[in-house]
T-cell receptor, first 113, second 110 residues
């Protein structure tokens, strides 16, 4: 079946612009996660959605970052006023339940110039 | 101190060799442990979970030492296709987020 999909696959933007990254989780998966991976760094947790519960936003690095998940399915990660240090690969993952295996999407490579 | 620490490598080994990676974690309350594999410019994929009693999956063996707070991965009879970065991953408490190490790069050569 279809895996986690993300769009766009690559995004180049100018410093100060806003960007939106999209994630389509596996159908039926109730849990959705956003991570980012910077060059030479491990994956860094950003935010977690589970069903209709309030999201765990503890990993968001600043108030320029926000995310929403509409209808318990698709999620959008928004970065406002992008900075060069935001350049990274942004990975989305979903799981059937919070304790289940997380399946990752191919990621969006964001470059801020 | 990082929550999850790994030797970044690279580990360069010939085909057929046995190679072992270690990983240490700082949160003694950590409950679940995993090894993920990440190929170059690809997303991470679960390789295996790590259980207290140790577990084996074909050529791969994972061990957990809670007292010393480290996890190991042993790969026997290395194949060229094993070349990748191996990520040590920890889940703590009731949180569902995963904490990743920076990964250990393995290069298997002819």
């Amino acid at each position: 079946g279809a895996g986690v999909s993300q769009s766009p696959s690559n995004k180049v933007t100018e410093k100060g612009k806003d960007v939106e990254l999209r994630c389509d989780p596996i159908s039926g998966h109730t849990a959705l996660y956003w991570y980012r991976q910077s060059l030479g760094q491990g994956l860094e947790f950003l935010i977690y959605f589970q069903g209709n519960s309030a999201p765990d936003k503890s990993g968001l690095p600043s108030d320029r970052f926000s995310a929403e998940r509409t209808g318990g399915s698709v999620s959008t990660l928004t970065i406002q006023r992008t900075q060069q240090e935001d350049s990274a690969v942004y990975l989305c993952a979903s799981s059937l339940a919070p304790v289940s295996e997380q399946y990752f999407g191919p990621g969006t490579r964001l470059t801020v110039t | 101190r990082k929550e999850v620490e790994q030797d970044p490598g690279p580990f360069n080994v010939p085909e057929g060799a046995t190679v072992a990676f270690n990983c240490t974690y700082s949160n003694s309350a950590s409950q679940s442990f995993f090894w993920y594999r990440q190929d170059c410019r690809k997303e991470p994929k679960l390789l295996m979970s790590v259980y207290s009693s140790g577990n084996e999956d074909g050529r791969f063996t994972a061990q957990l030492n809670r007292a010393s707070q480290y996890i190991s991965l042993l790969i026997r009879d290395s194949k060229l296709s094993d070349s990748a970065t191996y990520l040590c991953v920890v889940k703590s408490g009731t949180a569902s987020k995963l904490t990743f190490g920076t990964g250990t790069r393995l290069q298997v050569t002819l």
